[in-house]
């Protein structure tokens, strides 16, 4: 299948700092989801990355996919505790599987 | 129904029989996938059915697993000979095409003692 690295893999931070994910492919994909999940609960769909280059933002979160898109970023400013969970990115395989990076549990001080 | 459901939410077996997990998806999604999470870890591929096309199954850890999905609707996951190492949580997910957003079903919990 698909092989995604993403870090870290685990982030503690203060509530009101910055908080990122990275993704990273040894492959170009042609697109990359991101996923949250809660402590206890299922993955959530965030959002979908086409474009080389493309930014996107909800809120406080900015997603990116990289140039060469063998990259992707999601980025939180001011972290609130309602952040704390597991953030996933996916990507697809020529038969439009989907495989899930490692994963980066976001845990957040108040 | 309005997302995925999941039977059971919970199931506790024996070592060495039979279980069966059910998921309905979405209607209308053509999409049905199945992984595996442990506690704590990632989301482990086991299966993909789009459409009439045959599954790609080459996610499935041994010939102890097997999935169907009748009628491009309703999928049943069935481990035979269950090992304790197979107790985790089996989710369900479905897109409406293949390529696009999941929706994931709340999860079975097995754990085969």
């Known amino acids: 299948g698909q092989q995604v690295m993403q870090i870290p893999q685990y982030q503690h931070v203060q509530e009101g700092e910055d908080f990122t994910t990275y993704c990273n492919s040894s492959?170009?994909?042609?697109?990359i989801q991101w996923y949250k999940q809660r402590p206890g609960g299922h993955p959530v769909f965030l959002i979908q990355l086409v474009k080389s280059g493309e930014v996107k933002k909800q809120k406080r979160l900015t997603f990116q996919f990289g140039e060469a898109k063998k990259n992707s970023s999601l980025h939180i400013t001011a972290t609130q505790t309602t952040d704390v969970g597991t953030y996933f990115c996916a990507v697809t395989s020529g038969a439009n599987n989907l495989f899930f990076g490692t994963g980066t549990r976001l845990t957040v001080i108040p | 129904g309005a997302g995925v459901s999941q039977s059971p939410s919970n199931k506790v077996t024996e070592k060495g029989k039979d279980v069966e997990l059910r998921c309905d998806p979405i209607s209308g999604h053509t999409a049905l996938y199945w992984y595996r999470q442990s506690l704590g870890q990632g989301l482990e591929f086991l299966i993909y059915?789009?459409?009439?096309?045959?599954?790609?199954k080459s996610g499935l850890p041994s010939d102890r697993f097997s999935a169907e999905r009748t009628g491009g609707s309703v999928s049943t996951l069935t481990i035979q000979r269950t090992q304790q190492e197979d107790s985790a949580v089996y989710l369900c997910a479905s897109s409406r095409r293949a390529g696009e957003k999941l929706f994931f079903g709340s999860g079975t919990q097995l754990s085969v003692l």
């Open positions: 492959t170009t994909l042609s697109n």
């Open positions: 059915f789009q459409g009439n096309s045959a599954p790609d």
